[in-house]
Every structure is written in structure tokens, then in C-alpha cells.
């Protein structure tokens, strides 16, 4: 596994990339700096989000710190190119799209995405890059292309450590046993409301491969102690049948006076093979929330009352 302290909980940029909605400069900077504050010190970011404005605000802030007290991650797999057609982005974050994205999964492409990320973020160098989302464009060619680029990089020494940021388990396993990967960013797949058995987790402890999981309150479904109607699964309406196992989740948390949000957030935690818990955030408050909820004492039989409702 990489050697790179990343403690338990990360902060994750998508949200200070506009995702959804506009945030000013100001609170976004003030998120990222609440995070610094409340002792967190890896932060992921990706050109994707926001076509490089979270790069470029969370490096506002952290390019003042000293540079070998933090972590940061960023992605490869897409450049941003100008686009003379304007408008905004298409892509859900609320940007004018001065640029636009394009896939390259090339040696040169991830040299440059590099090269260009930390010219976003004002730093010397990158500690982790993951091929971003092969999964939903070409895995084949991010395994034959993008996977060695990497492992050449980090031979060179130009990043500390390299991994994979996937929605799909699947497509994550492939690329461990394709590839000797210092971490998995596996996204809402490994949640306290689904508690599946994932074989990805058991190959990367056996390839000492760490797993950074992320979208673990799965899409905002369990962000909140009382579950609403319109509540959000894998970004869409959840439906009834979910809400309902939502609520009991809840429920069981009550019983043992701890909040849904707080046992979703230290869940993966429990699987040797998940090394840290990232989380994003668009405001400080939500910040010291997550960082807060992170070091809560939880009772040992909640979990076991939890695993109960989620094999139901």
C-alpha cells in the first residue's frame, strides 16, 4: 500500500467545482481552508470538476501551506481543450465552458494533464494521479494505455503513488490485476446501505492495494438522520423500497443514539482494505460536520444490528 499518510477522512473537490450550483469564491475557500483546520490533510481534486475550477481553488489555499504536510490527488484521463462555442457545461457543474473535455489516455496526454493540473493548483508536484472514470469511457484502452503511463511516472518519480478512481468494482478489479496499483478510489460502491460483499476489497489486500472509498452517504440517501421523500439514490429519485431500508438504517441508529450520517461515514472503515474516507463539501460547516461525525464513538453492536438490516 502507498506510503503516503492519508488519514482517516479526505476532502473531496467536486463540490467547490460548482457541482449543481454556483458557490462563491469566498465559501469555497473558506471550506477548504475549514478542512485544513480541522486537521485534514489529503485533498482530491480532478480537472473534470468544474473544467479545473476546484483545482484551481483549492490550490489558492493550500500552495500557502507547507507543501510536505499535505496529500493531494488529482486525475488524468481527460485535458481540457479551449472551446470557442462557450455556453455552459454540459456536465452538471455550474461553469461557463470556456474549455472542454477530452479524453486521452496516452503517455503524453497524462504527462500534460499532469503538467497542466499543477499549473491549475500553483504546485511543484502531484503526490497521486488516477485514471479517471475508464470505466464509463474506454476501460481497454486505460489498462493498455493509462495503466503503464502511470506506472512509468511514478518509476520517474514525477508522482509518489497511482491508482484508479472508478464507479464500477468490476472495472477497478480488472485494472488490479493489470497493474501494480498503490490505490483504488472506488465510488458508492462499499456503503452502509448496500454492505455488499465486494471482491475488490479482498484482491487489493492481497495485491496491498489501498482503497480511498468515497460516495458513502450514496447520493445523500444517508447524509441525514431523517431520511426525506426526496431523497436521492445514485442521483436520481430514490425509490420507495430503498427510502424504506434508508429509514430503518436510521432507525437501528437511534436505538444506539448515534446518527445515520455518522455510522455511513465511519462504515468502510471496517474493512481493512479501505485506508481512508473522502468526502466533499460546499460549505465549512459541512466540513466540521464530516470531521466531527469522523471521530464520534460508535457502540461495537450497532454495527452487527446494522449488518442485520442491510442482509435483509
Same mark, same amino acid.
Given at each position: 500500500?502507498?506510503?503516503?499518510?492519508?488519514?482517516?477522512l479526505?476532502?473531496?473537490?467536486a463540490?467547490?467545482?460548482?457541482?449543481?450550483?454556483?458557490i462563491?469564491d469566498?465559501?469555497?475557500?473558506?471550506? $477548504?481552508?475549514?478542512?485544513w483546520?480541522a !486537521? %485534514? =490533510?489529503y485533498?482530491?481534486?480532478?480537472?473534470?470538476?468544474? /473544467? *479545473? #475550477?476546484?483545482?484551481?481553488?483549492?490550490?489558492?489555499?493550500?500552495?500557502?501551506?507547507?507543501?510536505?504536510?499535505?496529500?493531494?490527488?488529482?486525475?488524468?484521463?481527460?485535458?481540457?481543450e479551449?472551446?470557442?462555442?462557450?455556453?455552459q457545461?454540459?456536465?452538471?457543474?455550474?461553469?461557463?465552458a470556456?474549455?472542454?473535455? $477530452?479524453w486521452?489516455?496516452?503517455?503524453a !496526454? %497524462? =504527462?500534460?494533464?499532469?503538467?497542466d493540473?499543477?499549473?491549475? /493548483? *500553483? #504546485?511543484?508536484?502531484?503526490?497521486?494521479?488516477?485514471?479517471?472514470?475508464?470505466?464509463v469511457?474506454?476501460?481497454?484502452?486505460?489498462?493498455?494505455?493509462?495503466?503503464?503511463a502511470?506506472?512509468?511516472?511514478r518509476s520517474?518519480?514525477?508522482?509518489?503513488?497511482?491508482?484508479?478512481?472508478?464507479?464500477?468494482a468490476?472495472?477497478?478489479?480488472?485494472?488490479?490485476?493489470?497493474?501494480?496499483?498503490?490505490?483504488?478510489?472506488?465510488?458508492?460502491?462499499?456503503?452502509l #446501505?448496500?454492505?455488499?460483499?465486494?471482491?475488490?476489497?479482498?484482491?487489493?489486500m492481497?495485491?496491498?492495494?489501498?482503497?480511498?472509498?468515497?460516495?458513502?452517504?450514496?447520493?445523500?440517501?444517508?447524509?441525514?438522520?431523517?431520511v426525506?421523500?426526496?431523497?436521492?439514490?445514485?442521483?436520481?429519485?430514490?425509490?420507495p423500497?430503498?427510502?424504506?431500508?434508508?429509514?430503518?438504517?436510521?432507525?437501528?441508529?437511534?436505538d444506539?443514539?448515534?446518527?445515520?450520517?455518522?455510522?455511513?461515514?465511519?462504515?468502510?472503515?471496517?474493512?481493512?482494505?479501505?485506508?481512508?474516507?473522502?468526502?466533499?463539501?460546499?460549505?465549512?460547516?459541512?466540513?466540521?460536520?464530516n470531521?466531527a461525525?469522523?471521530?464520534?464513538?460508535?457502540?461495537?453492536?450497532?454495527?452487527?444490528?446494522?449488518?442485520?438490516?442491510g442482509?435483509?
Amino acid at each position: 500500500m502507498t506510503p503516503l499518510n492519508l488519514g482517516k477522512l479526505g476532502f473531496g473537490g467536486a463540490g467547490i467545482g460548482n457541482l449543481y450550483r454556483a458557490i462563491p469564491d469566498g465559501e469555497a475557500l473558506a471550506t $477548504v481552508l475549514a478542512a485544513w483546520d480541522a !486537521g %485534514i =490533510r489529503y485533498f482530491d481534486t480532478a480537472p473534470h470538476y468544474g /473544467l *479545473g #475550477l476546484s483545482e484551481q481553488r483549492l490550490g489558492a489555499v493550500l500552495r500557502d501551506k507547507p507543501r510536505d504536510d499535505f496529500v493531494i490527488s488529482t486525475k488524468v484521463g481527460r485535458l481540457l481543450e479551449p472551446n470557442a462555442a462557450g455556453g455552459q457545461d454540459p456536465e452538471g457543474f455550474d461553469v461557463p465552458a470556456t474549455t472542454r473535455r $477530452v479524453w486521452d489516455f496516452s503517455e503524453a !496526454g %497524462i =504527462r500534460r494533464s499532469i503538467e497542466d493540473s499543477l499549473d491549475r /493548483l *500553483g #504546485l511543484t508536484h502531484m503526490d497521486i494521479a488516477y485514471l479517471h472514470d475508464a470505466d464509463v469511457h474506454d476501460l481497454r484502452a486505460g489498462i493498455d494505455q493509462g495503466l503503464p503511463a502511470l506506472e512509468k511516472l511514478r518509476s520517474e518519480g514525477v508522482v509518489k503513488a497511482i491508482g484508479v478512481g472508478l464507479n464500477s468494482a468490476e472495472a477497478a478489479l480488472e485494472c488490479v490485476e493489470a497493474a501494480h496499483l498503490d490505490l483504488v478510489m472506488l465510488a458508492g460502491r462499499f456503503t452502509l #446501505l448496500e454492505q455488499p460483499k465486494v471482491p475488490l476489497l479482498e484482491r487489493c489486500m492481497e495485491r496491498r492495494t489501498g482503497v480511498v472509498n468515497v460516495g458513502v452517504y450514496n447520493s445523500g440517501l444517508l447524509a441525514r438522520s431523517d431520511v426525506p421523500d426526496d431523497a436521492h439514490y445514485n442521483y436520481d429519485q430514490a425509490p420507495p423500497p430503498v427510502l424504506e431500508r434508508a429509514r430503518r438504517l436510521a432507525a437501528t441508529c437511534r436505538d444506539f443514539g448515534v446518527e445515520l450520517p455518522t455510522a455511513a461515514l465511519q462504515f468502510p472503515l471496517r474493512h481493512p482494505a479501505v485506508v481512508n474516507v473522502t468526502a466533499g463539501a460546499t460549505s465549512p460547516e459541512q466540513v466540521a460536520a464530516n470531521a466531527a461525525r469522523m471521530e464520534e464513538p460508535v457502540p461495537e453492536e450497532l454495527w452487527g444490528a446494522l449488518e442485520a438490516v442491510g442482509r435483509d
